[in-house]
């Protein structure tokens, strides 16, 4: 298997040179998409491949985030709706979804977003730390900022925004 460079990793470890030496500024490739009116990111490096809508099997029980698993040349995938996660279990269905299939460590995982938009490349000293939302900070899962200041997008850190909803799923189910 590829080694996998992680841009999130490396975002929140290290501050790029500020001399915008290339050696030490290296160029990041992002994936970006849409999940309603925003656009978020994630490093392509975790994105294996972006298929249409699959025949999903519900689980039942699974948490509102998990839409079901689909088989996939010989492996099942979880499908999770980032539409759920980042909009709210009220929010509209869209008429099109792609499925994105990332890793996640050793596992893969597929997300539904709305669309994908593009393919970013950019020096990694681009992306800008989250910003703080008052006290409590920015959301966890949203590790930076890029684009233009017309077009900005978000990047998430899948691992933490999954973690994050599985822990505040089992607190709900344990103290409900």
Not at 8 to 28: E, F, H, I, W
Request: hydrophobic share 40%; with cysteine; proline share 10%.
């Amino acid at each position: 298997m590829r080694q996998r460079f992680n841009v999130l990793t490396q975002l929140t470890q290290s501050q790029s040179d500020p001399s915008g030496a290339p050696d030490r500024d290296p160029l990041v490739q992002l994936c970006a998409f849409f999940v309603g009116p925003e656009e978020y990111a994630v490093d392509i490096m975790r994105v294996e491949e972006i298929l249409p809508p699959q025949r999903l099997t519900p689980i039942r029980g699974a948490p509102p985030f998990i839409e079901g698993v689909i088989h996939l040349r010989g492996s099942i995938l979880p499908v999770v709706d980032l539409r759920k996660r980042l909009l709210g279990p009220e929010a509209p269905v869209p008429t099109k979804t792609r499925l994105l299939v990332c890793w996640l460590g050793r596992k893969r995982v597929a997300f539904a977003v709305d669309r994908v938009s593009e393919v970013v490349r950019m020096r990694r000293s681009e992306i800008k730390p989250a910003p703080a939302m008052g006290a409590v900070g920015p959301a966890p899962f949203v590790v930076g900022v890029c684009g233009s200041p017309e077009r900005l997008k978000l990047l998430l850190d899948l691992k933490t925004l999954l973690l994050a909803e599985m822990m505040r799923d089992t607190g709900r189910r344990m103290n409900g």
